[in-house]
């Protein structure tokens, strides 16, 4: 089983551990500690970091797998960890904003589920690698949304539709409602912060950036401390100002108009003017157009001020409600990657996938391997037919025990050059040819796997790509 380590620059950070493909084992050691840097492996003794999802404002973030939950529940084990050159105060406001997402998907992520719901928040100090200081890493573990971000599902695809634009619109307004209600503004409502799961529900992440401001659910406000993504925050919040639900009604609109033009919110405002200019680069319904465009004004006070008011107004328009539904391309791509959160939650996959190096390798090494072996048979049985039979089964075998990664990297290495060795060296284990003709034929026939093998992976890439 591969396990990432999570320490921030280990060198190595992929770990392999055959003894974790069995269950058991899997569920009761103690520990696992990074082969390269020593880190312990298994956070909080329980949750087993397999890959880097990618890397955030204040930290990265894996998926991992809950050890002690039936199943090994999939998560998302985010760890805090400043970019940057950051002074102390820097560095204490910036964990205090991780803390705060630990504090707030306490508080609502369990009564929402277009929130991802907080699993655990603790903190792990280690032996430092190069020296002998220790190092203390913060985690916050929370529910796995098994699907892409608008960000994502939008750079490989041409604009949002209308009515997919408006679902979106409706859905997130729906969780701002409620979000609100309690008090707290997002403050970076943006498409790479709404997940779409691979059912077509969508989510609201990344609430390391909000402000909780009062218990009151109306007519509050707070003053913002700078977190903001250019394009998306309102004049009071770039100015550090007060924020109000309106900011992130505000930020929800430039998000609609982005899916909408697939444009940075740039390139839709005129800073001459300082309007917002984007019904040049799409035509939607003149109602919905100016519902987007109340929520863009610049002053907080004139735009609606609260998701329900939009909401009231949408439904004055009279558009139907659309019906959720999972993006085509996204969850065809989705489909050939993760497995259906419904679906019973199965253990790990025995082995990890192979990357396309190493896959490229294997057929090198299958193909070489093959015509020694064909080669071999054919100078000692003199038949044809049980030449290719038992070459077929060899070969099979050692796909196979690659599969399983029963071999690999510098085995297939080792066996080929013994292999090659005794056929090379050996006159009668090449009695039909020469030996230069040994050479050519083996390293031809890994050569053309490695093309068969590149056609067939293109093949497939393309067809998950359209399906
Ligand atoms: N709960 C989750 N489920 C699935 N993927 C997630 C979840 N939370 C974050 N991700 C994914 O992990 C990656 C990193 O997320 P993270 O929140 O750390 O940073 P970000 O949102 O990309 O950046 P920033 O924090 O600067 O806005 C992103 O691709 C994000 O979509």
């Excluded at 949304?145 to 604009?159: F, H, K, S, W, Y």
């Excluded at 109000?244 to 405002?269: C, G, H, N, R």
């Excluded at 100078?379 to 077929?392: D, R």
């Amino acid at each position: 089983m591969e396990v990432y380590c999570t320490r921030p620059r280990c060198p190595r950070p992929k770990n392999y551990f055959t003894d974790l493909d069995d269950n058991i084992t899997l569920k009761t050691i103690q520990q696992k500690y990074c082969t390269t840097c020593g880190m312990p492996l298994l956070l909080d003794g329980r949750y087993v970091p397999l890959k880097l999802l990618g890397r955030g404002g204040f930290g990265a973030a894996f998926l991992a797998r809950d050890r002690r939950i039936p199943g090994m529940r999939q998560c998302v084990v985010k760890q805090f960890q400043p970019a940057g050159n950051l002074t102390s105060i820097q560095l204490q406001l910036a964990q205090q904003l991780f803390e705060r997402e630990a504090d707030v998907l306490a508080q609502i992520g369990n009564q929402n589920e277009q929130i991802p719901d907080l699993f655990a928040y603790f903190e792990i100090t280690v032996k430092s690698w190069q020296s002998e200081q220790p190092e203390q890493f913060f985690y916050l573990v929370q529910e796995f949304i098994d699907g892409q971000n608008l960000e994502e599902e939008l750079a490989p695809r041409g604009t949002f539709t209308e009515e997919e634009a408006l679902e979106v619109l409706r859905e997130i307004l729906k969780v701002l409602k409620f979000v609100h209600n309690q008090g707290i503004i997002h403050r970076d409502i943006k498409p790479s912060n709404i997940m779409r799961d691979r059912l077509g529900k969508l989510y609201l992440l990344d609430f390391g950036a909000v402000k909780q401001v009062t218990n009151a659910p109306t007519g509050f406000g707070g003053s913002s401390t700078g977190i903001y993504s250019m394009g998306f925050a309102p004049p009071e919040q770039m100015s550090g100002g007060q924020v109000y639900p309106s900011t992130d009604l505000y930020a929800l609109a430039v998000t609609i108009l982005t899916l909408l033009t697939k444009k940075e919110a740039i390139q839709l405002f005129d800073g001459y003017s300082n309007q917002w200019q984007w019904r040049m680069h799409v035509s939607i319904n003149s109602g919905l157009a100016d519902i987007l465009d109340r929520m863009l004004l610049p002053a907080a006070n004139q735009r609606f001020q609260s998701a329900q008011e939009v909401i009231s107004a949408l439904d004055s328009l009279s558009i139907p409600p659309t019906q959720l539904h999972p993006h085509k391309a996204s969850v065809a791509k989705l489909s050939s990657q993760t497995q259906p959160p419904q679906a019973p939650i199965v253990p790990p996959p025995a082995k990890p996938a192979f990357s396309t190096i190493e896959l490229l390798g294997g057929a090198a090494f299958s193909g070489f391997e093959g015509a020694l072996i064909a080669i071999a048979l054919l100078s000692l049985l003199k038949s044809p037919i049980i030449t290719l039979t038992v070459s077929a089964v060899i070969l099979g075998m050692l796909i196979f025990a690659q599969t399983r990664r029963w071999i690999e990297k510098l085995d297939l290495l080792i066996i080929a050059v013994i292999t090659f060795a005794l056929i090379y060296f050996v006159p009668f284990l090449h009695a039909f040819i020469s030996s230069g003709q040994v050479i050519i034929l083996s390293v031809a026939a890994g050569l053309i796997a490695i093309a068969v093998t590149a056609i067939f992976r293109l093949i497939y890439k393309l067809l998950s790509l359209i399906f």
